[in-house]
């Protein structure tokens, strides 16, 4: 069985980082391209950043582009987001899921979703 669990979150002042970690088992990931999302209180979920099956090219969303770098380790079947310069903004719960290559599986992801991990930044 699929699982992704997130994990890294916790609570920082802004302008500090953090390191979010996504565990991922029940077969193997490199074929896939994983993706970080993030759920805003009283929002719905939005794409983060993407990463390609094999780690060459990155997708970052306008308002993290510059802070937060995607890193995968297809060895460890691990993806991780590293979050620098975190504003109050940036406070949500952060998912990660995965998809097949080449589709546009980040806009309805098919795999379970784990628990998240919260961040939250203030000021």
């Known amino acids: 069985q699929v699982q992704l669990v997130e994990s890294g979150g916790g609570s920082v002042q802004a302008g500090g980082s953090l390191r979010l970690s996504c565990a991922a088992s029940?077969?193997?990931?490199?074929?896939?391209?994983m993706a970080w999302f993030r759920q805003p209180p009283g929002e719905e979920r939005e794409l983060v950043a993407l990463?390609?099956?094999?780690?060459?090219?990155?997708y970052y969303a306008d308002s993290v582009k510059g802070r937060f770098t995607i890193l995968r380790e297809d060895g460890a079947n691990t993806m991780y987001l590293q979050m620098d310069s975190l504003k109050p903004e940036d406070t949500a719960v952060y998912y990660c899921?995965?998809?097949?290559?080449?589709?546009?599986?980040?806009?309805?992801?098919?795999?379970?979703w784990g628990p998240g991990t919260q961040v939250t930044v203030s000021t």
């Open positions: 990463i390609s099956h094999r780690g060459h090219m990155a």
């Open positions: 899921n995965a998809g097949p290559t080449g589709s546009r599986w980040y806009e309805q992801p098919t795999l379970l």
């Open positions: 029940g077969r193997t990931f490199s074929d896939f391209s």
